[in-house]
């Protein structure tokens, strides 16, 4: 009869052992001593056409052809980040991930990506975005949503203008302005 209680007893002395033992932790003892906000700018370069695509459709739905928001595609990109908008400019990073055209009613799309840099101190690090992308406007804001390596604990947003788009080819590149809290 005294079993479920005992059960119990013991269950919490244990819990409770195991939290005591556990150290303090702070950023610090992370070696990750001070949050700052930084200021990342680039372009985004989304090819869609010609013989090496870095973004490729992978699925669609039967109405997707006849839809003119696109609704239903989803992208698979690995699209190339630079210093500046010319495509032969200097690579600090890949955009991979995908984007779904997620709207009935404009041209919106579900962006879920991990922007990866190779150049300097963000050598190797990732911020991870993820949010809404109506194409069309102006300026589009994009959740940061966190971040590995330099960006442990990254929380922001990214500005997005496009540049330049080809109607015809669907060719893009947007500038992308970032501003995120990291350690
Ligand atoms: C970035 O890191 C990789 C892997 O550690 C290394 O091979 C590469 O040379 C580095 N690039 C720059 C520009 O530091
Ligand atoms: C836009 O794309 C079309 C089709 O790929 C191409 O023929 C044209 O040269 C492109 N326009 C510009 C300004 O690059």
Same mark, same amino acid.
């Given at each position: 009869?005294?079993?479920?209680? @005992?059960?119990?007893?013991?269950?919490?002395?244990?819990?409770?052992?195991?939290?005591? +033992?556990?150290?303090?932790?702070?950023?610090?003892?992370?070696?990750?001593?001070?949050?700052?906000?930084?200021?990342?700018?680039?372009?985004?370069?989304?090819?869609?056409?010609?013989?090496?695509?870095?973004?490729?459709?992978?699925?669609?739905?039967?109405?997707?052809? +006849?839809?003119?928001?696109?609704?239903?595609?989803?992208?698979?990109?690995?699209?190339?980040?630079?210093?500046?908008?010319?495509?032969?400019?200097?690579? &600090?990073?890949?955009?991979?991930?995908? %984007?779904?055209?997620?709207?009935?009613?404009?041209?919106?799309?579900?962006?879920?990506?991990?922007?990866?840099?190779?150049?300097?101190? %963000?050598?190797?690090?990732?911020?991870?975005?993820?949010?809404?992308?109506?194409?069309?406007? @102006? &300026?589009?804001?994009?959740?940061? &949503?966190?971040?590995?390596?330099?960006?442990?604990?990254?929380?922001?947003?990214?500005?997005?203008?496009?540049?330049?788009?080809?109607? @015809?080819?669907?060719?893009?590149? &947007?500038?992308?302005?970032?501003?995120?809290?990291? %350690?």
């Amino acid at each position: 009869m005294a079993k479920p209680l @005992t059960f119990f007893f013991f269950f919490f002395l244990f819990s409770s052992l195991v939290a005591a +033992k556990q150290p303090r932790i702070s950023p610090t003892s992370l070696g990750l001593p001070k949050e700052k906000l930084s200021h990342l700018h680039f372009y985004f370069h989304d090819v869609v056409s010609g013989p090496n695509p870095s973004a490729i459709v992978v699925a669609e739905a039967q109405t997707t052809k +006849k839809s003119p928001t696109l609704f239903g595609a989803v992208v698979v990109s690995d699209d190339a980040l630079t210093v500046g908008p010319d495509p032969n400019s200097k690579m &600090v990073g890949k955009a991979q991930g995908m %984007y779904a055209f997620a709207s009935q009613n404009e041209i919106g799309l579900l962006m879920a990506m991990n922007l990866e840099f190779s150049e300097g101190k %963000y050598n190797g690090s990732t911020l991870s975005l993820f949010g809404r992308n109506p194409v069309r406007n @102006t &300026v589009r804001e994009i959740p940061i &949503v966190g971040g590995s390596g330099v960006f442990r604990f990254a929380h922001g947003y990214a500005e997005l203008k496009t540049e330049w788009f080809n109607i @015809t080819s669907g060719d893009a590149v &947007v500038e992308y302005n970032v501003y995120v809290f990291h %350690y």
